[in-house]
């Protein structure tokens, strides 16, 4: 429990340092990340649990703005002059 802890604040701090440097792919990565795991568990969350079996519609949109936010995200720092 404590190393998960740790990779947390060590999460949050890379976060706020790539963001204040003006990178936003590790942003894109998370969301990407936030994708899988909700994908895998059939819940989301935004201002609440959004199950996949309750909410369907609400759930598939969430995963859509995820995945297309994390995509821009990433191709903006690696493909700057695409947009």
């Known amino acids: 429990m404590k190393q998960i802890r740790v990779l947390n604040y060590l999460a949050f701090a890379m976060l706020m340092v790539t963001t204040f440097l003006g990178y936003q792919s590790l942003w894109g990565l998370l969301f ?22 309750d909410d369907p519609i ?21 493909l700057p002059g695409w947009n």
């Not at 936030?34 to 994908?39: G, L």
């Not at 609400?58 to 903006?76: E, Q, R, S």
């Open 32 to 53: 990407l990340y936030w994708t899988i795991q909700s994908y895998q568990t059939g819940y989301a969350f935004l201002l609440s649990d959004v199950a996949r079996v």
């Open 58 to 78: 609400l759930y598939w949109l969430i995963l859509m703005a995820w995945t297309i936010f994390g995509i821009l995200l990433v191709m903006a720092d690696f």
